[in-house]
């Protein structure tokens, strides 16, 4: 089954500064999709961004941007000029004909 | 507004009983997906459907039931025979199948504490 891993429980970055999450996975399918999710205290998942393994162009969407490496099977979400609002669990997800597989999750603090 | 809808959102259960949450779409997906969320673990999946009156076991599918009567409903019932039902449990939906590679919408859970 196809694994996902999240290394960092933890992080922590200063408002208005630029963060990075890792995400590395695992399969042998050559066609998948890759997500991240935010949760908020709110408990709400909220997709932030998607990226399609057959295009080499990496996602952006506003502040959120991915760093999408297939021969390492990495993908890392940069958030530049971090908001207080960005606080929360972020999820990385693979999904291919089958089910979709989450990290454990990386808690990212936005401090003031 | 198209959305998930969980309820409740804190259910407290005795040991021994069993209990449902509710998990209704109006978003007109044809999948729908029940997942439990402990701390350090992320997402594990419970039980899916993907269309009304069939549904399949996920990784963690024992001590639990589903049902899938309409397309808008599907909800969980968690039973007795759950060692560790304490958990937050997400539903989530998509628009087409679970072979479809399009992102899930999910709802605002409920937490269920047993007490």
């Known amino acids: 089954a196809q694994t996902v891993t999240q290394s960092q429980p933890e992080m922590s970055v200063q408002e208005a500064e630029t963060v990075t999450l890792s995400c590395t996975y695992d399969?042998?399918?050559?066609?998948?999709?890759l997500f991240w999710y935010k949760q908020p205290p709110s408990r709400q998942m909220i997709l932030v961004i998607r990226?399609?393994?057959?295009?080499?162009q990496n996602a952006t969407e506003n502040r959120f941007s991915v760093n999408f490496q297939k021969a390492a099977k990495s993908f890392s979400l940069k958030i530049s000029d971090s908001q207080l609002g960005d606080t929360a669990m972020y999820f990385c997800a693979f999904k291919d004909n089958n089910d979709m597989r989450f990290g454990a999750g990386t808690r990212l603090t936005v401090k003031p | 507004d198209g959305g998930i809808t969980q309820s409740p959102k804190y259910l407290f259960r005795k040991e021994g009983q069993n209990v449902t949450l509710s998990c209704e779409q109006n978003?007109?997906?044809?999948?729908m997906y029940w997942y439990r969320q402990d701390p350090g673990q992320g997402l594990r999946l419970i039980y899916y459907?993907?269309?009304?009156?069939?549904?399949q076991k996920g990784d963690i599918a024992e001590g639990y039931s589903v049902s899938r009567e309409k397309k808008e409903s599907f909800p969980l019932t968690v039973t007795s025979a759950q060692k560790n039902p304490t958990a937050f449990y997400l539903c989530?939906?998509?628009?087409?199948?679970?072979?479809?590679?399009?992102?899930?919408?999910f709802g605002s859970g409920t937490r269920l504490t047993v007490v």
């Open positions: 978003l007109n997906h044809d999948a």
């Open positions: 989530a939906s998509s628009i087409y199948g679970r072979n479809a590679n399009y992102g899930y919408t």
């Open positions: 459907s993907q269309i009304v009156n069939d549904f």
């Open positions: 990226q399609e393994a057959y295009k080499q």
């Open positions: 399969t042998s399918e050559n066609n998948y999709y």
